[in-house]
């Protein structure tokens, strides 16, 4: 694919869904509010984490508020927005797809390097709470 995805299915996926306030009319319009309203401490351990991974190499991109906003898009209709990385040890996409007042977030992660599934299990517990807190946000 011309988005670097691999042509195989994910190696781990996960996804967090629940109810979503009617005001929202795209799926972009429901990423981009969930992921404009992280906690404060998401800023500061993605800062961390930057700072981290940049030693190895890895795609660190740019810090503060929003920076998910500005991944390269992959997927959009009005139903669904999926938006990802190509990164030397892992492809990852996040895929948001809004339905009659429900939405669900999916997480997709390729390995492309051994690392990629050290990464994962580091970051295993963060992810899952703030995907749980991006989609109670939406509510």
Do not use: C
Request: hydrophobic share 45%; charged share 20%.
């Amino acid at each position: 694919m011309s988005d670097g995805r691999p042509d195989r299915a994910a190696d781990w996926q996960d996804t967090h869904a629940g109810p979503v306030a009617s005001d929202y009319r795209t799926a972009r319009q429901a990423f981009d509010a969930g992921f404009a309203n992280m906690p404060r401490w998401v800023d500061g351990a993605m800062s961390a984490r930057n700072a981290i991974v940049r030693r190895f190499g890895l795609v660190t991109g740019e810090e503060g508020a929003g920076v998910m906003t500005r991944l390269p898009v992959w997927r959009e209709t009005s139903d669904v927005f999926e938006t990802g990385l190509v990164d030397k040890h892992l492809t990852f996409s996040i895929e948001t797809r809004l339905s009659t007042g429900h939405v669900a977030a999916t997480t997709r992660i390729w390995f492309n390097h051994w690392a990629g599934r050290l990464y994962l299990g580091i970051v295993m517990i963060p992810h899952k709470i703030i995907m749980r807190h991006i989609v109670r946000s939406l509510a």
